[in-house]
């Protein structure tokens, strides 16, 4: 079985650029979720979607960031514009498979984003 | 809202010895706790998982131990070795509150020294 993937691994931009990474989810998991790592701190919750709906957005930092999972697949997060403040390792997971509960969650191997 | 702390945040071992973390969260309803590690370059792997109706869970040379009543709980790896090296992230969930977000701990960088 697949993991979770996640594209591109790395981005580098320049402040006031725009950027999406892309995650798709383990196969058959109707919860998919987005964290941030920022330098030295640590993993935090963004949001987290059931299929294609937004069960809780509590942790997304401004409206400079969109989230959308049209159809209940893959997921993208848009940047837009980047801030030197956004920089770190945007992590996606998801949940919900036959293995483990719904709260059992399966990370992907991020996406390094640096914006200078 | 919940918050995770976990201590310490490096530790480093003779290879064969045991190596223990600790972690304490404030949310008395938090009712799951994932342990995570992560190596360099890579996404954090879920390595052991504990649910509160239950004060211990082992699998091979990791165990979770956990105290409802202190409100914490604690990764214990015996028999270290070299590829256990990592950086590992306990957290802490409420589950049935309809969103499943993990609260984190700061993570602990573990050296195993062959």
């Known amino acids: 079985e697949a993991g979770v993937t996640q594209f591109p691994s790395h981005s580098v931009i320049e402040k006031g650029q725009t950027v999406t990474l892309r995650c798709d989810p383990i196969s058959g998991h109707d919860n998919l979720y987005w964290y941030r790592r920022v330098m030295g701190k640590e993993i935090k919750f963004l949001l987290h979607f059931v299929k294609e709906s937004k069960q809780d957005e509590s942790g997304m930092p401004n409206n400079r960031f969109l989230a959308e999972r049209t159809g209940g697949t893959y997921s993208t997060l848009k940047v837009q514009p980047a801030e030197l403040e956004d920089s770190g390792v945007y992590f996606c997971a998801s949940s919900g498979g036959l293995a483990g509960g719904q709260e059992t969650q399966y990370f992907g191997p991020g996406t390094r984003l640096l914006v200078l | 809202g919940e918050n995770v702390e976990q201590h310490p945040s490096t530790l480093s071992v003779q290879e064969g010895d045991s190596a223990v973390i600790k972690c304490t969260y404030s949310?008395?309803?938090?009712?799951?706790f994932p342990w995570y590690k992560q190596e360099l370059g890579k996404g954090p792997q879920l390595i052991i998982d504990?649910?509160?109706?239950?004060g211990e869970k082992k699998d091979q040379r990791i165990a979770v131990t956990l105290n409802k009543t202190a409100k914490h709980f604690s990764l214990h790896i015996t028999e270290t070795q070299p590829e256990d090296s990592a950086v590992y992230f306990c957290?802490?969930?409420?589950?049935?509150?309809?969103?499943?977000?993990?609260?984190f701990g700061k993570g602990t960088k573990l050296s195993v020294i062959p």
């Open positions: 957290a802490a969930l409420r589950r049935g509150a309809g969103s499943y977000q993990l609260t």
């Open positions: 504990i649910r509160s109706n239950v």
């Open positions: 949310d008395s309803a938090s009712n799951y």
